[in-house]
């Protein structure tokens, strides 16, 4: 498995075209549309406001998932996992490796990928907005448990609409559609988040710690169920790309 997600990794910043669709876009996407969409005036006062009060921090944590998954959810990275194989997927099916090997490789290449930008972002909040530690590592380990399921979701539906047969790279991304509808489902998960998140809030008031706590589980509860189907029908699953 490791070997793999290092052959993901090498081919992601060797190939030019994979650098820039997937890599440069994963990670300036996200930080741009940020910026865009919660800068006021130039800072980020109001955000830091909401954090630090104990009132509101719970309602902070929750809103910060949901953006995190809104913002970084589109990863064209595991949208095309197996589509940027080309031609060169038939020679997965003579290797010695498990399909779900294969699968998970591909997935947890995108997940790191993600978890990359999160540490980044986050240590940067901390310090240049002077964000509590504490709520950035909460918002990091939260939001890379729920990256995770996205990646997933992602790294499954292009493993049913994969396009292997496309002469340049510059094809592969003009002509995918996955990436679109992944951002879409990714969408009506951060509604069913926000539902979540308003409950708790608005209704049961709780805070910080029980707001991350209950998010973590849920999470955890998914992406476990979520992985054990995954690794019994990846077989399967992986037999319909051709």
Request: hydrophobic share 60%; proline share 2%.
């Amino acid at each position: 498995l490791k070997a793999y997600v290092k052959k993901e990794f090498k081919t992601l910043f060797r190939t030019p075209q994979f650098f820039l669709n997937c890599i440069v876009q994963t990670f300036v996407m996200p930080i741009m549309l940020f910026f865009v969409l919660f800068v006021q005036d130039g800072n980020l006062k109001w955000i830091t406001g909401y954090i630090d009060n104990p009132k509101s921090a719970g309602l902070a944590i929750g809103v910060g998932l949901c953006a995190s998954l809104f913002l970084m959810g589109s990863n064209v990275i595991a949208t095309t996992s197996f589509s940027r194989d080309g031609s060169s997927w038939f020679v997965n099916r003579y290797l010695p490796v498990k399909a779900s090997d294969i699968f998970f490789a591909k997935a947890i290449t995108a997940w790191l990928i993600n978890v990359i930008i999160l540490a980044v972002f986050g240590i940067t909040m901390a310090v240049v907005a002077g964000i509590s530690p504490v709520f950035m590592l909460l918002w990091f380990l939260l939001s890379a448990n729920g990256l995770l399921l996205i990646n997933l979701i992602g790294t499954r539906w292009d493993a049913q609409t994969a396009d292997i047969h496309w002469d340049t790279e510059q094809k592969l991304f003009k002509s995918r559609y996955t990436t679109l509808w992944n951002f879409l489902a990714n969408i009506f998960i951060a509604l069913v988040i926000v539902a979540g998140v308003s409950l708790l809030y608005f209704f049961l008031q709780v805070g910080l710690w029980v707001m991350f706590i209950v998010l973590f589980v849920m999470f955890t509860i998914v992406n476990y169920i979520f992985i054990k189907i995954l690794k019994l029908g990846a077989e399967r699953i992986l037999s319909n790309i051709e």
